[in-house]
Every structure is written in C-alpha cells, then in structure tokens.
C-alpha cells in the first residue's frame, strides 16, 4: 500500500511540476564574446591626400603592438601559479594567486581588444589609400 501512495505522490509531483515550473530567464541575444564595430570612413578621411593618409597609418602602427610579456614568459604568473600550488600562505595565497590570473587575463583581453581597434582603423584608412589609387 505504501509502494502505491509513493507512486501516486511521484506522479502528481511530476504533473504538477509542469504546472508550477520555474520559467527559464531569457537568454540574451548578443554575443559572448567580444564583436568590434566596423570601422567606416568619414568624409574628412576621405578628403585627405594620400601623403596624409599615410602618415595616420604610420602614427597608428606602434599602437599594435602589446608591451604586455606573454602568460609563459611573465615572472608574475608564474608566482601565481606557485602561490597556488604551494601552500606558502594558507589559504589567502591561492585567493591572492586566483586574483593575479584573472587580473592578468582581464588586462591581456582589453590589451587584444585595443589592438584589434587600431588593426581595423588601419585597415580602414590602407582601404581609402586603395580607392583613391595612392603611389600607383
């Protein structure tokens, strides 16, 4: 009899819970991960003269490169990493290690995203130079 009223409660349970189901929140649409704008051409850059033009990209080019040391080659993740591995202050040395890496990995990901920026206003102003056929 006690076998029949737990198959009974498990039943109405399951019924019920379709009933009285939790909605899902809505899933956002946009993307996870980073999208940059499309960079367009104003109607100032397309005035310049192709010496002008020239010379932004040549002013822009020292900002793609990074001055950050990659994740292997940086002494400070390494330090994390031994923070965390090795118990040299328990328990806040992991939460100090965890800290670094994420804050190293944040500032690597603005540091590509800046980057990425600057390729693309490059890549807009070589596509101008290529309309107005420069040094041809």
């Given amino acids: 009899m006690k076998l029949i009223n737990y198959f009974a409660i498990t039943v109405l ?6 009933v009285m189901a939790v909605p899902m929140p809505p ?10 704008q499309v960079v367009e051409a104003t109607a100032e850059i ?28 940086d002494g400070t993740n390494k330090f994390a990493t031994a923070m965390i591995t090795m118990d040299v202050l328990p328990i806040l040395g992991e939460y100090f ?10 500032i690597d990901e603005k540091e590509n995203r800046r980057i990425l920026n600057v390729k693309q206003q490059i890549a807009m102003l070589r596509q101008v130079k ?3 056929h420069c040094f041809e």
Avoid: H, N, W
């Fill in 27 to 36: 899933i956002p649409t946009e993307p996870i991960y980073f999208e940059p």
């Fill in 46 to 73: 397309r005035q310049q003269s192709c010496v002008q033009i020239d010379k932004g990209i040549r002013y822009l080019q020292p900002y793609t490169y990074t001055y950050k040391p990659d994740y292997y080659q």
């Fill in 97 to 106: 290690g965890f800290a670094y890496l994420g804050y190293s990995a944040l």
């Fill in 13 to 18: 349970l399951t019924v019920m819970s379709s």
């Fill in 130 to 132: 290529a309309e107005k």
